[in-house]
């Protein structure tokens, strides 16, 4: 008596099946991808930027074999990439800000400055942050149809001398 087959049941029919496909740019192959793959690309992200020395997504890209681009495609494309990728970006900010307070990263000097010019890529807080200083440190110049006009000092003692104006 022949031993019958099982069938697939749906759940390994939808890990196994073919959702899309990428270069490999280590091997300059296409590649499939699919459900499974997703998965696991979005758990080795988080436990990649668990690592001291992940610093940048290119890093990963570069480990995974897959192009920067075809990576924010599938950001925006996957929602299980997605909340992996804000995950990751979450804890790269965490340690990029503790590097920029220290000034040493992974171990290596780092100059604070450079970190923190970037930060707002990775940290929405900073960002959030960035943007509401932003709206103060643009003062209307015009109240009122008039233009104001600040005088600043550079030292109490120096006297203020104002140019008499052709309007």
Same mark, same amino acid.
């Given at each position: 008596m022949a031993k019958k087959i099982p069938k697939p049941t749906k759940k390994a029919v939808e890990t196994y099946?073919? #959702?899309? &496909?990428?270069?490999?740019?280590?091997?300059?192959?296409?590649?499939? /991808?699919?459900?499974?793959?997703?998965?696991?690309?979005?758990? &080795?992200? =988080?436990?990649?930027?668990?690592?001291?020395?992940? #610093?940048?997504?290119?890093?990963?890209? /570069?480990?995974?074999? #897959?192009?920067?681009?075809?990576?924010?495609?599938?950001?925006?494309?996957?929602?299980? =990439?997605?909340?992996?990728y804000d995950t990751a970006r979450d804890f790269i900010a965490g340690r990029r800000e503790v590097g920029a307070i220290f000034s040493e990263i992974d171990g290596r000097k780092v100059n604070g400055n450079e970190i923190t010019k970037y930060q707002t890529m990775y940290c929405r807080h900073y960002r959030d942050d960035v943007k509401w200083r932003s709206t103060l440190a643009t003062p209307d110049k015009f109240i009122a149809g008039k233009q104001v006009v600040i005088i600043d000092r550079i030292s109490p003692d120096e006297p203020i001398i104002l140019e008499p104006s052709d309007d």
């Open positions: 099946k073919v #959702i899309d &496909n990428y270069k490999d740019i280590r091997t300059w192959k296409m590649k499939t /991808a699919t459900s499974a793959f997703y998965n696991d690309l979005a758990r &080795n992200l =988080v436990l990649w930027s668990l690592q001291e020395s992940a #610093i940048h997504f290119s890093q990963f890209c /570069a480990i995974q074999g #897959i192009s920067m681009k075809t990576f924010e495609t599938w950001i925006e494309r996957y929602p299980e =990439v997605r909340e992996a």
